[in-house]
């Protein structure tokens, strides 16, 4: 099945949220005013809403990871949804059951949606081809492949800071952008937001082949690459990804390719520092930029909730609205 068909239903709503590859503006806009609708929750007395109340959502991390696992989970308690977060490591495919068979039962026990990472390239697309009809796939990272909503997480954080006219903007993403599923997610979000101009900054060992297909500007200098961008968004090194060496000593890559704050001062004076984390200090990143006044590294991670709340009440207010 095409992955647009996949993914929406034939009125183009969402089903699942796989990847942003192919996901129209007004898809993504839509995403983004939703969520903006939901950062206020936060700042409640009750922080919750009832739009999902009755809803199962099961947070399946067969990759470790404390940030997105979090706001994933505490997107769907503001949402009032009731969520299970299985324990991989436990979980009775450590015991030879099969995934199917795990998520078969799942299905038994009345979940409405699966949240997914995985750190193999097409899991959650795999999953959401074998899921019921009623259930839904949110991709939380899979392997090289996408990371859809930290991709639309960025995109609301420079639309906050920014404002919505995409078209006025120099974007520059600086470092593994060969492993970087967040990279890939950020490129196809910005191109269909119509960014006025999208660079990447790499050591040509850590660019993909593909790079120039993918509509942007491949600079190998960090200095020209940043000059007079709006916005600058740090990679982290992906060595557990890595087949070789690559890249230099870690110091190495922080003299050529780190951003400290003299080589930030090549960007406009009002630029916005952002790094989707964890943050490797000293090696992607000077603390005194990454704690500085033009960084909004933190901010990305609280409007990681409002953004997944908007996309889990999209996919299973397409469920609730068709009865399923």
């Known amino acids: 099945m095409p992955i647009d068909k996949l993914q929406q239903d034939a009125n183009g709503n969402l089903r699942h949220f796989l990847t942003l590859e192919g996901l129209s503006r007004s898809v993504l806009t839509e995403i983004l005013d939703l969520a903006e609708s939901f950062i206020t929750v936060d700042a409640q007395s009750v922080k919750k809403v009832p739009l999902l109340r009755g809803k199962t959502i099961a947070n399946l991390f067969f990759e470790s990871s404390t940030r997105t696992r979090t706001t994933f989970e505490l997107a769907a308690k503001r949402l009032s949804a009731d969520v299970l977060n299985i324990n ?5 495919t450590s015991k030879g059951e099969s995934l199917l068979d795990m998520l078969h039962n799942l299905e038994a026990m009345h979940c409405d949606m699966f949240v997914v990472r995985h750190a193999d390239s097409g899991a959650a697309h795999f999953i959401a081809r074998h899921v019921a009809p009623h259930v839904s796939v949110v991709n939380a990272g899979d392997g090289r492949h996408a990371h859809p909503t930290q991709g639309m997480l960025d995109m609301f954080t420079i639309r906050r800071h920014k404002g919505p006219d995409f078209g006025a903007l120099r974007v520059a993403i600086v470092g593994d952008i060969m492993h970087s599923r967040v990279a890939r997610s950020q490129i196809h979000a910005l191109n269909t937001l119509g960014v006025g101009e999208l660079r990447v900054i ?4 850590l660019v993909p082949p593909e790079a120039s297909a993918l509509g942007v500007h491949v600079f190998h200098d960090m200095a020209r690459g940043l000059k007079d961008v709006d916005v600058v968004i740090m990679l ?12 230099p000593s870690g110091g190495e890559f922080f003299q050529l390719y780190g951003l400290n704050a003299d080589m930030l001062a090549q960007a406009k004076p009002d630029a916005i520092v952002m790094h989707p984390g964890p943050i490797n200090r000293g090696i992607e990143i000077d603390s005194a930029v990454a704690d500085g006044e033009q960084s909004v590294i933190l901010e990305q991670v609280s409007n990681g909730i409002a953004v997944r709340m908007a996309v889990m009440s999209m996919c299973l207010g397409r469920a609730a609205g068709e009865g399923a």
């Open 88 to 92: 991989i490591q436990t979980s009775a």
């Open 202 to 205: 790499a050591p040509k060992t």
């Open 236 to 247: 982290r090194l992906q060595r557990e990804r890595m087949q070789g060496a690559l890249i």
